[in-house]
């Protein structure tokens, strides 16, 4: 069956601190993936999405994701976070007819 | 360009009970979707339409659970009776064509929030 593991479920960082979530997925077809973002009080909105071609993607914000096939894994980077980056994070991977299973969900705190 | 709209934003109810939620999505979107977002998990689609057809509801509990899109623009969500383990977010979302032969994003409104007691 088609999942999505985001193993860090609580971040805290500070201010300028270098970030990395990670994101392991289950799924036999043509890998779609996807970096969601929901910051307090808003929206689920799209950070940033793999298709094909470059394994490294970059979204909105500065925040950047790497394919690794062998590893089954899209890993959410950001060099530098702000405090303004505190939200939740999910990582989906696409299934049939445009279906998206995501992942739990990882809590970032940054601390200013 | 007006987003997503879902109401209500709070909805408590007592077990046994019915409860309707509804969601407009973003004008001239042909596909919507409803999504169950609980505590601490990531959201799960429930239900997939196509304009007024029914794409996918494999994950709809259908004794309880029932949604419509009549006329293929807004669409209400049921639960009736409503258990415990309903108490979610309640998320809709809308693309703009499920067939287009690419990929559309997806745009989510602010869900509606349900406790049951």
């Known amino acids: 069956a088609q999942s999505v593991s985001q193993h860090n479920h609580h971040v805290i960082l500070s201010e300028a601190a270098s970030l990395e979530l990670g994101c392991n997925y289950s799924?036999?077809?043509?890998?779609?993936l996807f970096w969601y973002v929901q910051y307090p009080g808003q929206h689920l909105q799209l950070l940033l999405k793999?298709?094909?071609?470059?394994?490294l993607v970059k979204g909105i914000k500065g925040f950047e994701a790497e394919f690794i096939k062998s590893k089954f894994s899209f890993n959410l980077r950001k060099p530098s976070v702000q405090w303004s980056d505190t939200a939740e994070y999910f990582c989906?991977?696409?299934?049939?007819?445009?279906?998206?299973?995501f992942g739990t969900g990882t809590r970032l705190l940054v601390s200013p | 360009e007006a987003g997503v709209a879902q109401s209500p934003r709070y909805k408590i109810i007592e077990k046994r009970q019915s409860v309707a939620f509804w969601c407009n999505p973003i004008?001239?979107?042909?596909?919507l979707y409803w999504y169950q977002q609980i505590l601490g998990q990531g959201p799960k689609l429930l239900i997939q339409?196509?304009?007024?057809?029914?794409?996918?509801d494999s994950q709809l509990p259908k004794d309880r659970f029932s949604a419509e899109r009549l006329k293929g623009v807004d669409s209400t969500l049921k639960i009736q009776p409503a258990k415990l383990e309903d108490s979610a977010v309640y998320l809709c979302?809308?693309?703009?064509?499920?067939?287009?032969?690419?990929?559309?994003?997806?745009?989510f409104g602010p869900g509606t929030r349900l406790t049951v007691l």
């Open positions: 979302a809308s693309s703009l064509d499920l067939f287009s032969g690419s990929y559309n994003e997806q745009f």
């Open positions: 799924y036999g077809g043509t890998v779609n």
């Open positions: 793999y298709f094909s071609g470059d394994p």
């Open positions: 989906a991977v696409k299934v049939s007819f445009q279906k998206l299973v």
């Open positions: 004008s001239g979107h042909a596909t």
């Open positions: 339409f196509q304009n007024n057809g029914v794409v996918d």
